[in-house]
């Protein structure tokens, strides 16, 4: 017979009720160890005549400039040349080249996945404070010796204002380092709930995914190639990094960096490719852990469509990440203020020629307002200066390359042919890649111009009937397949605070009474949805947990005593 104090050394699952023995084990897990900081964003630098950053980026600029510089590929830390040469060019001087650089071979990704895999297993051991400590340094290292290189190969390698390459290759690039080993330091702090610690504790480590991660990153933004290689890598990923072939220059550059700092060799495998070539290569290898990619929707939805046929292969299911791009918006109210809207439309839809994902190329006025705000618009955009970038005085400069150059002029001329060109309208390639700021008016609210991302420096403007407020609104969210980014404008609180409801899934990251570009790391986390991307939002505190694949452990320091549970009562009566 059992007696009643055997019984109740059983416990329930909730162990509200365990008896609790003597504890016979410590604990084997070990928790990692890590100095706690702060990060804030980087300070954007001035670049007045005479001051010190403008001394210091003049001078890279000259060097940058008058040399081609040749970059390897580098797998394992080792460096390799193939006879697939290609060459980037400035593209506001096309016959200018900045870099020469080789496409990897199909022998060559297979060698840098091999790498990878063996690499990722001694680099996911590296203690997660040393980690950090490389972040940090590599940060600080942007912040002063890099900061102007980073500056000056993204100015003339892609064709950014002293500005743009500012708060794209300094600022936000410094920021994703410091930023993400922040989030990752905070998310290390998160400990399971552990009900009764003295006979069970529960531990969650987070490990890098088994096999490898592909970054794809775009010419657009330095700072996205640096966030796209080196996140998976400080969760304790290896990674095979593709960067744009418009891009080279700079994100080579962080590459150096992060091996000043210390990074061991085949961490990050830097494989400049073939773009089909390297998409076939890592969705047929069975260890492809992830792919963290920014670029096109057709070449991202190719990928997902390739990693899809060979799920059956693969050793984990690959983790996608994905930013495509928007098709943005700003919605004017007629309760709006003028000069907000013009002024942000302005820099929205034209900085860096209109090459953001975020870039507004669609605006929606009210028939009160049009007179006003395309008056405005004209006279300002007629003051922008276009040239190359080297020239401080220049709002913006050239588009990326003849592809880029070809498809925006296309859509200019069907604006030419079927639409209103109310300013702007001219391009020429003589020199560079130039295609000038232009304004279109449309009535048909679903014209292509209206619906298909461009990326370039077009805005096409329809002009609504005031009493048509409300539809309007529904067409701004259901006409275009994209959601990244899209701005509202009015100074009717009862419009904005129904407008943020109507348009809530028109956007990943919306704005009230600003611009849709701008987004700052840690302040406004970036992505968007629908045919945008996977809305992983970059730069905010979820985004290093992506990367990660979790363990759980329970350790349990008591013995078990019995198999039965207290409800059974084996052979006991009621009396007993």
């Known amino acids: 017979m059992i007696s009643r104090r055997v019984l109740q050394t059983h416990c329930d699952r909730s162990m509200k009720h365990m008896f609790i023995q003597q504890r016979w084990l410590n604990s084997v897990v070990r928790n990692p160890i890590f100095e706690d900081f702060s990060v804030k964003n980087e300070p954007i630098l001035g670049y007045n005549k005479g001051s010190k950053e403008r001394r210091t980026l003049e001078s890279s600029l000259k060097v940058y400039a008058k040399e081609t510089m040749e970059i390897p590929i580098v797998i394992g830390g080792q460096e390799y040349k193939t006879d697939r040469v290609v060459y980037q060019v400035m593209p506001h001087d096309h016959n200018q080249k900045v870099a020469k650089f080789y496409h990897a071979t199909p022998e060559l990704l297979q060698k840098a996945i091999e790498t990878a895999v ?4 001694e680099w996911e051991r590296v203690p997660y404070q040393e980690k950090f400590d490389m972040w940090l340094k590599a940060a600080d290292l942007m912040t002063g010796t890099w900061r102007q290189r980073l500056n000056a190969t993204t100015m003339l390698g892609q064709s950014k204002t002293v500005i743009q390459a500012e708060i794209d290759a300094s600022a936000e690039l410094i920021d994703f380092f410091r930023f993400n080993a922040f989030f990752a330091k905070e998310l290390l702090k998160y400990e399971p709930i552990s009900q009764v610690p003295e006979a069970c504790k529960n ?12 970054a794809v990153s775009p010419f657009n933004f330095t700072a996205i190639g640096g966030n796209l290689a080196f996140t998976p890598a400080l969760m304790g990923n290896s990674v095979l990094w593709k960067p744009s072939d418009t891009a080279i220059l700079s994100n080579y550059m962080i590459f150096q960096i992060m091996k000043e700092v210390g990074l061991p060799p085949g961490v990050v495998n830097f494989v400049p490719s073939d773009g089909p070539l390297f998409g ?30 060979n799920i059956g292969k693969y050793k984990n299911f690959p983790k996608l990440v994905g930013e495509c791009g928007g098709k943005n918006y700003h919605f004017v109210h007629p309760s709006a203020d003028v000069q907000s809207v013009v002024h942000a439309t302005i820099r929205s839809a034209f900085e860096f020629s209109g090459q953001k994902c975020s870039a507004c190329s669609r605006i929606y006025v009210p028939e009160s307002l049009w007179s006003e705000i395309k008056s405005g618009l004209i006279e300002n955009m007629k003051e922008l200066k276009i040239g190359p970038p080297t020239d401080m005085s220049v709002f913006t400069s050239a588009v990326i390359d003849d592809k880029a150059f070809t498809r925006i002029s296309s859509y200019i001329n069907h604006a030419r042919k079927n639409l209103n060109i109310l300013q702007g309208g001219t391009y020429d390639k003589k020199v560079g890649y130039f295609v000038e700021p232009t304004l279109v008016q449309t009535k048909d609210p679903c014209d292509k111009m209206m619906q298909e991302e461009i990326f370039g420096p077009v805005l096409t403007a329809y002009v609504y009937p005031d009493a048509k407020l409300n539809e309007t609104v529904k067409l701004v969210d259901e006409s275009t397949p994209y959601a990244l980014t899209g701005a509202i404008f009015a100074q009717d609180e009862a419009f904005l605070i129904e407008a943020s409801e109507s348009l ?46 979790p363990q759980v452990t329970k350790e349990t320091f008591t013995r078990t005593t019995d198999w039965r549970y ?8 009621e009396s007993t």
């Open 118 to 121: 063996r690499a990722q297993r």
């Open 504 to 549: 809530k899934y028109s956007t990943g990251n919306f704005y009230i009474n600003d611009r849709s570009t701008g987004s700052v790391v840690g302040q406004q986390p970036f992505g968007g949805a629908r045919m945008s991307g996977t809305n992983d939002k970059a730069g905010g505190p979820h985004y290093v947990l992506k990367w990660s694949s």
């Open 280 to 309: 076939n290569t890592i969705t047929t290898s069975p260890h492809l852990a992830g792919i963290n990619f920014t670029g096109s929707v057709p070449t991202f939805q190719r990928l997902w469509r390739e990693a899809g046929e």
């Open 566 to 573: 207290p409800y059974m009562n084996f052979g006991l009566s």
């Open 203 to 214: 531990h969650i480590r987070y490990r890098g995914m088994e096999g490898f991660v592909a």
